[in-house]
């Protein structure tokens, strides 16, 4: 006799597939397209500033299910299309500030033209691509593969259809965080400093000279700290401390008594302030040890790829064949705009490269075709990784920056092989790994999106079409806030001592680029410990000198004063500076560098790469530790302030569950010895027998308080949604001040501030506004959210 298989019960989403509500409509795109906007803006700001960027998913649905509701009874499926619409400017954001930057740190200028181009084309291939991978992926194995971060958005979807409000505490985030920033900002009323400061000097010996501690103080920071929890900001503190209070003090202890500039350093280390000091050595260190633990981490994730690509390549074609008449939540984009959209955009490519080159970085068609060809290989690769990957891990543990770095190596193999090692191919080859980038970004974050929708009963297609309008109207907004903060946040620093150069003998490296076009008056800010400044009135006479590998300057761009025969000013870029240090980009740049020029500081590099080998040998998370080691010392120490208050919320709760628990067991106590009659009855499962249910004596014994219950917060827990409205709010008032810093720059007008001599604007008025917005996130994080509608 034959025995039958049990079948597994069939999957019903949350919105019947029979049942039709209002979905794609107008004014869920346009509220998707502003969030779109917004958090991409956002992201820009943050993931150059901090290294990492969080997820807009729930942030997104928890205002949406608000805001729609104030304009009247709004659908699930429409608040899907939102955060559907608005999460794209997220995630095309961390793709683009992964890998475009680079395009700075090799010399060239990044046009917003080519942000947009790069980012579109990356932005629509991953969606693209992704489309043929969604049932095998989504619905085959919806057991399999549970898409954390789409499952969890989809909670908050159905729990917010049910009349759960959670949008109170991100407003609550937002108001407090913008007011604090508004007064906190450099660039805006600066009312107390904005990053406290203190650099030792101790005693005769100068004990900790070179070091330097500092908090950059902003609500961003604090917030970002809260959601990545305390053991990843220790370890990024960690990094931190390593960079800024042992190598850096080791540096000027062994260099103060050279009378010559260590290499790649130009100037003598006794004249190096911390912030050349993290620069000069520190840097190239940060980005040997990034890119060694991101090789370590895609090996560790290696059989996973070879899991997912197997398994995708085994059911290709074998997936069961669509009915007829599919229901309405099995429609898909056809073929025929999925393929043929792809070839477009392809062929789009090879135009744009061929006809738009980087300036100063023109290649031949012959390289452009081959180089959209590597995004076509290299870009579905990677997109069909990333979509199984982010199913298993999450999107924020999914390794993109691991896998960018295999494309720009085999990519910039290929180009060493044919003997393209010139700058242009430098160029080029950042264009295909940001394309990539982006693409894998995308791919990853549009499987969560159609996850969510697939539990909810949204209709793919729609979604689909609702992410690629979320790639074309965000990627406005973060190519012009890429280009902001370059802007805004530069600085002139005047030498501590001119360079004599000749310009009709440039050394190997140095780049004559004409007569400055900026601005004729610019501040130049000095090495002095008190930040005096200074005007120059005549900036436009100098010439622009622009520095890649060379040996006599340091990376980066400088004036020369044609009359003196001198450099006299180092213009430093906003990116790439201590304000937005953009890690990533800085690692790819390094990558591409190292490969084709081969003009890296090999001994630094290899120096961070040895670091790391030892972290990972102590079993500790290498590439948060090297990040940390990367970023100023003054981003990881707020942040791990933030990840200290996640670890008191999460403590306090801990007690309150306990203690609810005793209380409950007292009175479960108390009625067993009265009326046992009735505690059996309310508890017919128990069993004086078993030891998990009773004790010896056979007293019922209290409820198991478990550390998902009572330690770990979810993502849409009064905490996590107060920390995401303090992201949103530094990163929107930030950009703020950012804008205000250009038009007090194009109209040479100045708008009113707080004096630096107010009384408020010392150090430990920092430290304790800091500490007062701390506490309130540790206040409202324990504060239990209104669940009613």
């Not at 409000?165 to 009312?191: E, H, I, K, M, P």
């Not at 100037?267 to 260190?285: A, E, K, N």
């Not at 290696?302 to 997936?319: D, E, H």
């Not at 038009?743 to 304790?768: K, W």
Request: charged content about 15%; aromatic content about 8%; overall charge neutral.
């Amino acid at each position: 006799m034959a025995t039958s298989t049990p079948t597994k019960p069939t999957f019903k989403p949350f919105v019947s597939t029979t049942e039709t509500r209002p979905e794609l409509s107008a004014r869920a795109l346009i509220l998707g397209a502003i969030f779109g906007v917004l958090f991409g803006a956002v992201t820009v700001y943050v993931g150059l500033r901090a290294g990492l960027t969080v997820a807009a998913s729930i942030p997104i649905s928890v205002l949406s299910i608000s805001i729609l509701r104030a304009f009247g009874k709004a659908s699930i499926l429409e608040n899907n299309i939102v955060q559907s619409t608005g999460n794209a400017g997220q995630s095309i954001a961390s793709g683009v500030i992964f890998t475009l930057p680079a395009l700075i740190f090799l010399g060239f200028d990044l046009e917003a033209s080519r942000i947009f181009a790069l980012a579109l084309f990356g932005g629509w291939l991953g969606v693209l691509f992704m489309i043929p991978l969604r049932r095998q992926l989504i619905v085959e194995e919806h057991d399999n593969l549970i898409y954390p971060e789409g499952t969890a958005c989809a909670d908050v979807l159905i729990a917010g259809e049910r009349g759960g409000s959670f949008a109170s505490r991100v407003f609550l985030g937002l108001g407090l965080g913008g007011l604090y920033t508004l007064f906190q900002n450099d660039n805006l009323f600066a009312l107390w400093p904005s990053q406290p400061d203190y650099q030792p000097d101790l005693g005769t010996q100068h004990l900790l000279k070179g070091s330097a501690i500092r908090a950059d103080c902003t609500p961003e920071y604090l917030g970002v700290g809260y959601i990545i929890g305390i053991r990843v900001a220790a370890i990024m503190l960690a990094g931190g401390v390593f960079s800024w209070l042992v190598l850096m003090p080791a540096i000027y202890f062994f260099g103060s008594h050279l009378t010559t500039p260590l290499y790649p350093g130009t100037v003598l280390i006794t004249q190096m302030s911390p912030s050349d000091l993290w620069r000069t050595y520190v840097r190239p260190m940060g980005a040997g040890g990034v890119a060694a633990a991101g090789l370590i981490t895609l090996l560790r994730t290696l059989p996973t790829i070879v899991g997912a690509l197997t398994q995708g390549f085994k059911k290709t074609g074998s997936g069961k064949s669509a009915a007829a008449q599919p229901s309405r939540t099995e429609h898909d984009l056809p073929p025929i705009v999925v393929f043929g959209g792809s070839l477009l955009l392809i062929v789009l490519m090879v135009l744009f490269l061929e006809f738009k080159p980087i300036p100063g970085a023109q290649v031949g068609l012959f390289a452009n075709i081959a180089a959209a060809l590597l995004v076509v290989v290299f870009g579905f690769l990677f997109v069909t990784v990333s979509a199984r990957i982010v199913g298993i891990v999450g999107s924020s543990a999914s390794p993109v920056s691991g896998m960018t770095i295999a494309t720009l190596m085999a990519t910039a193999a290929i180009f060493l092989v044919k003997g393209w090692t010139a700058p242009a191919f430098g160029a080029l080859a950042i264009t295909i790994g940001g394309v990539v980038c982006i693409a894998a970004s995308n791919a990853g974050d549009t499987s969560q999106d159609l996850k969510t929708g697939y539990l909810i009963g949204a209709t793919p297609w729609k979604q689909q079409v609702a992410i690629m309008i979320g790639v074309i109207v965000s990627i406005f907004s973060i190519g012009a806030t890429l280009n902001a903060m370059n802007k805004g946040l530069e600085t002139f620093q005047r030498l501590p001592k001119p360079i004599v150069f000749s310009l009709d003998k440039l050394p190997d490296g140095v780049q004559n680029n004409g007569h400055f076009s900026g601005n004729d008056r610019i501040t130049l800010t000095s090495h002095t410990p008190d930040h005096a400044k200074e005007e120059l009135s005549n900036a436009r006479q100098y010439v622009l000198l622009n520095a890649i590998g060379s040996t006599t300057l340091d990376d980066g761009k400088y004036l020369y004063n044609t009359a003196t025969g001198e450099i006299e000013v180092q213009w430093i870029q906003g990116i790439g500076s201590e304000k937005a240090a953009a890690p990533q980009g800085r690692l790819m740049a390094t990558v591409i560098n190292g490969i084709l020029s081969r003009k890296l500081p090999w001994a630094l590099v290899l120096l961070g790469v040895a670091i790391v080998v030892v972290v990972e040998l102590l079993g500790v998370r290498s590439l948060t530790f090297a990040v940390g080691a990367y970023l100023s010392i003054a981003t990881t120490l707020a942040i791990f302030v933030g990840g200290v208050m996640r670890w008191m919320v999460d403590r306090a709760m801990q007690r309150h569950a306990s203690e609810k628990v005793r209380l409950e067991h007292e009175a479960s106590l108390a009625l067993w010895h009265s009326d046992r009659e009735t505690w059996l009855a309310q508890h017919p499962d128990f069993d004086p027998t078993d030891p998990t249910h009773a004790d010896p004596s056979g007293l019922p014994l209290p409820n198991t308080i478990t550390a998902r219950d009572a330690t770990i917060e979810s993502e849409v827990s009064p905490g996590s949604l107060y920390a995401s409205g303090l992201i949103a709010a530094g990163g929107i008032v930030g950009l703020l001040g950012v804008c205000v810093k250009l038009y007090e720059a194009a109209t040479d007008r100045s708008i009113p501030r707080f004096s630096e001599h107010n009384p408020l604007h010392h150090d430990p008025v920092s430290v304790v506004m800091f500490a007062l917005l701390a506490f309130s996130l540790y206040y409202f994080a324990r504060k239990p959210l209104n669940t009613e509608g």
